[in-house]
Structures are given as structure tokens and as C-alpha cells.
């Protein structure tokens, strides 16, 4: 029997900024180098010197969209993102590796001032202003400590200052942008990494292509923090 040949090549999503930037010495050490910068062209699409691997380009938080409905047979996605997404759907992803790049941590961070223990014992309402509900609510439940989330999508620095909200919950890499608007972390939730994510059916049907690919990101990733 002849093994199917599928038309497109397959195809990996990947966000712009940090996740790409980090990705590429991956996938040189499989060989693969990258046809343009996604910096400096507006091209969604980028192809490989692989002619059987493209890049899609896409925001952070959408990775895991185009990986689940296998637009993308696999993508990069940080923990954060994928803890959300995970929240909203059923489980077309499988996530084999952690890639041990983009790495930071899931923070509380108040105002420099603000008594967080002592809101916490006086078991008052805490309003927590965030880009990560789930995880800031498993958090927080866990702790059996009441809170109200206001969901913002970005800059969550600045909810502590205006009167927005009590506390944040947000990523901290060098604690320069805490710094920077005089917040402090008063708890870590988690540490964060970026993961190798794949659909779940072109997991099997695409078996022979990708499994190279994850055993090239594998030994790369494992040197990467060696
Ligand atoms: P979107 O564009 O969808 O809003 P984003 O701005 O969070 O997403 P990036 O800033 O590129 O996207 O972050 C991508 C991933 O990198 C995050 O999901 C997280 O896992 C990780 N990350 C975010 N901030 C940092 C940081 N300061 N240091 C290290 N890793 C980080
Ligand atoms: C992330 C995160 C923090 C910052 C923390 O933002 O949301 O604001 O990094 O990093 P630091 O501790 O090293 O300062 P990012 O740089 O991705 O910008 P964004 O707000 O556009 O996501």
C-alpha cells in the first residue's frame, strides 16, 4: 500500500516577539532555518528550508486556536495561554515537550504599601485585576480567599494605580516592569514556560512528518537548559 502524500506542508503557529525569537535557535539546531524575519515583513505565512514545514504568524493567545482545530498541526504556546485556553476547550491538543524558552513566572503584585497579608486574613473581597481569570481564580479558590476579577487584556500594571483593582495578577521575568510602576510581587502561582503543542489527529494521520520535527525540538530543548 502507498503511504498518502498530504498536499500542504505542515504547518506550525507561532507568535511574533519573545516566542519567536526563541524558537528560531530550535529550529536551527533541526536544521531549519526561517525565510524572513515576521519583525520586518507583514507576511502571516513564512516558509522553511524545509519545504515540508511553514510558519503561520499569530497572536500569543490564538496559537492554541489554530493547533486545536488543525489549521496548524503544531504551534508554540506559553503555559499561561494554554491554561486559559484550556479553560474554554475540549482537549484537541497534545503537549509533549516543555520547551524551557520564554520563561517567567504567574505573580500577585500589589502597590508598594498595600498590606496583602492583612486584606487576606480580613477575608474582605479582593478585587484582582487580570489577563489570566483561570488561573488567577484556581489560585486564589485554593487558597479560599474571595476575590472579584475585572478581565484586562494587557498592561495590568497600571490597575493598582488608578483604583482599578487591589492586586494583579500578571507574568514576571526581571521584575523591571513591576519596579517601574512601584508594584512588588507578594505571591508566585506558578512558573511559567513555553510548551510544544500539536493536533491531536495530525498526530496520527502526519505521524511520519512531525515525529522527526518533535524529536529535533526534544533533544534542542533538553540542550537549551543543559
Ligand atoms: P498577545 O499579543 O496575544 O497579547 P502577549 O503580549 O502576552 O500576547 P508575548 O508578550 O509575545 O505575547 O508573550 C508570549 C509568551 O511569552 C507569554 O504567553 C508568556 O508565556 C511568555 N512571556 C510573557 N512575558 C514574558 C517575559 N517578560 N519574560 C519571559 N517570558 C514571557
Ligand atoms: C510581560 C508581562 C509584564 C512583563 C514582565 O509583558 O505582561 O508586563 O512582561 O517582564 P519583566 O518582569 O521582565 O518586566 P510584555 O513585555 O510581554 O509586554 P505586553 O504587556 O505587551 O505583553
Redesign the pocket.
Known sequence: MSTQTTARPLTMAL??????E?TLPLLEAAGIQVSEDPEKSRKLIIGTSNPNLRLIIV????VPTYVEYGAADLGI?????LIEHAAHHSGGLYSPIDLN????RLAVAVKNGFDYPAAVRQGARLRVAT?YVTAAREHFAAKGVYVDLIKL??SMELAPLVGLADAIVD????GN?LRANDLVAVEDIMP???RLIVNRAALKTRHAELQPLLDAFEVASRKAVA
Open positions: 507568535s511574533k516577539g519573545r516566542i519567536f526563541e497572536r500569543a493567545s490564538d504556546a506559553g503555559k499561561d495561554v524558552i520564554a520563561r517567567c489577563k487584556y494587557g507574568l514576571v521575568s526581571t516592569t511559567i514556560s513555553s
